[in-house]
């Protein structure tokens, strides 16, 4: 009889359970516009709430930072001490103590300028706002001041908001990239006090998240209407690498020895790639769709500030807002694949063959667990070459499920392979 072959990925949902070491809290919002983590708290910004969302690195909620009017992009000081928040439906711009979580100054960035994106940098607060109703600028704020001065674009030359970057490894550079429906990304030397161009280049736009590599010497774009995340050299804006992610590229984040996740908004296996440094090949992959029912957010992909954790936001067909914890986020996928016959009488043996996989070595003594239908039926050791066999007599005719697990350990996250045999009178 003929063999089928069903293969079967990993599948590692980010979900409450002693393999996946995370956890999934159901934040009090009913929006998102960007995920930033800090040494001790992670923030969620929530237009729809006019708010801030605090949590510890647990999820915990710690406070709910309210009248914020339009709560969109956010900024971190270099200590951790500020955190600033724009304003659009106000104007303005928020500035929060991080130890109090309240807000301890509100400073005005001019009539109808809907403040969108921020980024630090040269000791300025940047932000981008609607210059005028046909296009977008790039203003800054001397924060330093007890009264700060703001400075408007004088020449504004992008059709939206643009998303902000900067890194403290470059810090007089501000990266800037059009946002959507148009072209162009734009390097600035900000060391002067104002902004002077640099770097160009028309080969990207339409930017949902940007982050500087911790070197300072790149830039990580995600773009929607591409299938890859891309690097550019920070001083020429010469694109350097492409991360194969598929599609629809919403989020990056950069670790600080320079780890990647690069996060996608399409249904599919994954939406977050994690990459080691210099590498385009992802190591491991996470999934938190869950079968469409909800997707992963833009800009919704930060790290914990000394890279153990990594937080994920996503938006379910609920509607509620849901942080993703994931703790093992450093350990390689498990990959295990199954073949089976596709159609064996009652009564005959069943023989399933599989092989465990991934891009780090796995421990020499190593086994899986066998379930079917969920129940626990036998165990089976892995070769050397990652291979493994079993076998089974079901005891009805239908369409019996089989599980091979793989529990992990300390350089590997579990995993699972599925396949199903039909059993017929």
Known sequence: MALATLTASVTLFVSPSPAQAADSIVLPVVSHWQTLADSHHVYVSSPGDNAVVATDHNGQVIKVVEGLDGARGMGLTADEATLYVALPEADAIAEIDTRTLTEVRRIPTGTDTEPEN???????????????????????????????????????????????????????????????????????????????????????????????????????????????HQQWRLSDLTEEAQYDTGPYPNAVAIAPDGTVAAGVSASGEWDIYVYRRGETTPFRTIAVSRGGSMELVRRGVAW???????????????????????????????????????????????????????????????????????????TAKVKADGTFTFTDIPPLAGYPTYIATYAGDADHASGTGTVQVEITD
């Open 118 to 228: 921020l980024a630090l940098s040269g000791g300025k607060l940047y932000f981008s706002y609607q210059a005028t109703p046909f296009s977008g600028g790039i203003g800054s704020i001397s924060i330093a001041e007890a009264n700060p001065i703001v400075g408007l674009d004088n020449d504004p030359q992008w059709y939206s908001k643009p998303r902000l970057a900067s890194s403290p490894a470059a810090p007089d550079r501000l990266v800037a990239a059009d946002s959507e429906g148009s072209l162009g990304m734009r390097v600035y030397d900000v060391g002067s006090g104002t902004a002077q161009e640099i770097a160009y280049t028309e080969e990207v736009g339409s930017v949902e998240d940007l982050a500087v590599t911790p070197d300072g010497g790149s830039v990580i774009t995600a773009r929607g209407g591409t299938y890859y």
């Open 304 to 378: 914990a500030p000394d890279g153990t954790k990594l937080f994920g936001t996503r938006f379910t067909h609920a509607g509620e807002v849901i942080l993703d914890i994931i703790t093992d986020v450093r350990k390689a996928n498990s990959n295990i694949t199954l073949t089976a016959p596709a159609a064996l009488p009652l009564g005959e043996s069943v023989t399933v063959h599989g092989k465990l996989t991934s891009l780090v070595p796995f421990p020499k003594s190593k086994v899986v667990t066998i379930t079917r239908n969920d129940e626990q039926i036998a």
